[in-house]
């Protein structure tokens, strides 16, 4: 798939394995996909992406969000990529960490929260303010969640 510019709603999404945290890359998740069929298989391309390059003991990811240039804009695309996830990827979610929160997600998180399952919402961490770029979320992960037990 082309690349897309980030556009004023963007979130990055990073994501790393479970086990030792080895990158499995990262993208950028961008409003400027608008059409839905495009939007699936961008999410689609990325989580199999991300899959090919984990270890083979690494069953699972981490998802790390930036929500610094976060806009109301992309509640439909955080929607479709929670369907995307969920229908295509069960059990892969290890946990998801939002870094960079602006003051306005929380009223928004009470909009999305209800779309997630609880196994989803106990791997969701909001981390602290200090936690804000990916090496910081990937250390504060190793100290603060234990990993997911495999099926």
Not at 82 to 103: D, E, M, Q, S
Request: charged share 20%.
């Amino acid at each position: 798939p082309a690349a897309h510019a980030a556009s004023d709603d963007a979130v990055e999404v990073h994501a790393t394995g479970d086990a030792d945290h080895a990158a499995a890359g990262e993208a950028l998740v961008s409003g400027a996909v608008h059409h839905h069929a495009e939007r699936i298989r961008h999410v689609a391309y990325h989580m199999e992406h991300y899959i090919r390059r984990m270890p083979r003991r690494v069953t699972r990811v981490c998802i790390v969000m930036d929500l610094e240039a976060f806009r109301a804009g992309s509640l439909p695309m955080v929607h479709e990529c929670i369907n995307v996830l969920r229908r295509h990827y069960p059990g892969r979610l290890g946990c998801a960490c939002f870094i960079n929160v602006p003051g306005y997600f929380h009223p928004v998180w009470k909009v999305i929260s209800p779309w997630l399952d609880e196994e989803i919402l106990t791997k969701t961490h909001f981390l602290p303010s200090a936690v804000d770029d990916v090496e910081k979320a990937i250390s504060w992960v190793d100290a603060h969640v234990q990993p997911v037990p495999e099926i």
